[in-house]
């Protein structure tokens, strides 16, 4: 509970990216649709070039609290105050708040990816058994969903209230009081984590030796093109609900009611994720997670502005079956490391963490400088009414094109062969190694 109490200030600001920074931008601090695709193309590209690097970092450092754990007290401050300052807006002029936003955007990914490559990473390392990993996972997504809930149900109101009218200050001074619960939850989340799987202390390796290991991980290969695929639709589909509710459903304070709706629906799809995937396995749960969740996605194209009962009936059953996805994958993750140790004999757990978040990162800014795209591209103009033609691009953003990603996501995953008997007898040869190395030191 103490570690995934973390996940709730991560998950906090990657909400806020995805469902209110593109509408913010574009709505409240001024940016066309075009600058802010482009911007964001290019911020989380050059953003997710980082995450191998920090998961070599991490996984080099030796401090009395460990490898990775320290970093949640060393960014827990800067990770608060860079959630406000990318809600700040200042009055400097188109071109001053377009270098203000590149500037601040900029800092806080790389902030956010000196925080979350670590506390991610902790998955591999709090235990060595990977039904556990399982079961930690699905507690940290309980945490991610909660606060996903906690931003959807309260930015609207608290922007009304705190900025009495002034909606940029609203949007500061509420990223203000979350900015402050980041900074808590994380101290928390370092007084309660230790550090239990460790490498092998004659361990011999360099990063170009760990990312030749994981280039020639296959399950990772595949789980990182997943991770792609998934936020690319996660992505598009989060960045253009507020648009889809202000100028389809004209009714943009429903927008929070229906976010809301679906995270707790997908918190509800993660508590059962440890049981189901012991009974049918992680690949097939996976799998099917995905069936479902591509022809939901679809169904929302068939929608009308009125039919509010299926709008929600989607999005309940499209966010039930998204619930298991994430704990699986966070979970596979983790038996991919163990593969890579099994197949090379070396375990790098921070660049195989960090390298999925890369992919995830990439697969975030294609997703929502897609988004930005395509409504640019529909002829989206900010606070006027729309054309037919850009409606039609905010409801293929929301249907069809997910549907299509999700899609794609499947058949990569009918290639992954590391299923969960495969994973068990990994785990029992690594064991039984590390016992064999442990009498030969103490002999």
């Given at each position: ?265 997908v918190l509800l799809g993660v508590l059962p994720t440890r049981w189901l995937s012991g009974k049918i396995g992680k690949k097939r749960l996976y799998i099917w997670c995905m069936v479902i969740i591509s022809l939901s996605s679809a169904g929302f194209f068939l929608a009308g502005p009125d039919d509010l009962i299926l709008i929600y009936a989607l999005q309940i059953i499209f966010s039930l079956a998204s619930g298991p996805t994430m704990p699986l994958l966070w979970s596979m ?111």
């Amino acid at each position: 509970m103490g570690f995934s109490s973390g996940e709730y200030a991560g998950s906090v600001v990657w909400q806020a990216l995805m469902f209110f920074l593109p509408f913010f931008y574009t709505d409240i601090f001024g940016l066309t649709a075009a600058a802010v695709s482009t911007m964001f193309l290019v911020v989380r590209f050059f953003d997710a070039l980082n995450d191998p690097i920090m998961g070599m970092i991490a996984d080099r450092t030796n401090t009395r609290w460990g490898k990775y754990r320290p970093y949640l007290l060393w960014f827990a401050v800067p990770y608060g105050l860079g959630t406000v300052l990318l809600f700040t807006t200042p009055d400097i002029g188109y071109t001053g708040k377009i270098i203000y936003a590149y500037a601040t955007y900029g800092l806080m990914m790389v902030i956010y990816t000196a925080m979350m490559i670590p506390y991610n990473t902790l998955i591999g390392v709090i235990s060595p058994d990977s039904r556990e990993r399982t079961s930690v996972a699905s507690y940290k997504f309980v945490f991610a969903y909660a606060a996903g809930a906690s931003i959807q149900a309260f930015v609207i109101p608290l922007v009304d209230i705190l900025g009495k009218g002034d909606r940029a200050a609203g949007y500061m001074l509420t990223m203000a009081i979350f900015g402050s619960i980041c900074i808590v939850v994380f101290l928390i989340a370092f007084a309660s984590v230790r550090e239990r799987v460790k490498p092998d202390i004659s361990q011999k390796t360099s990063p170009k030796i760990d990312l030749k290991d994981l280039i020639h991980n296959k399950p990772w290969i595949i789980l990182a093109g997943v991770s792609v695929a998934t936020l690319v639709y996660v992505a598009i589909r989060s960045a253009v609900i507020m648009y889809y509710f202000k100028y389809y459903i004209l009714d943009v304070a429903a927008a929070g009611p229906f976010m809301v709706t679906g995270t707790i629906c997908v918190l509800l799809g993660v508590l059962p994720t440890r049981w189901l995937s012991g009974k049918i396995g992680k690949k097939r749960l996976y799998i099917w997670c995905m069936v479902i969740i591509s022809l939901s996605s679809a169904g929302f194209f068939l929608a009308g502005p009125d039919d509010l009962i299926l709008i929600y009936a989607l999005q309940i059953i499209f966010s039930l079956a998204s619930g298991p996805t994430m704990p699986l994958l966070w979970s596979m993750l983790a038996d991919a490391a163990d593969y890579s140790e099994w197949k090379n004999g070396r375990r790098a757990t921070g660049l195989v963490y960090s390298a999925a978040t890369f992919s995830q990162k990439m697969g975030f800014s294609l997703g929502g400088a897609l988004a930005m795209m395509i409504l640019s591209v529909f002829g989206y103009v900010a606070g006027v009414a729309q054309t037919p033609e850009a409606i039609l691009g905010i409801k293929l953003s929301l249907s069809i094109i997910p549907a299509i990603i999700a899609a794609l996501a499947i058949v990569a995953l009918l290639f992954y062969k590391l299923d969960d008997r495969r994973v068990a007898e990994i785990g029992v040869e690594l064991a039984m190694r590390k016992q064999r190395a442990s009498t030969l030191t103490n002999n």
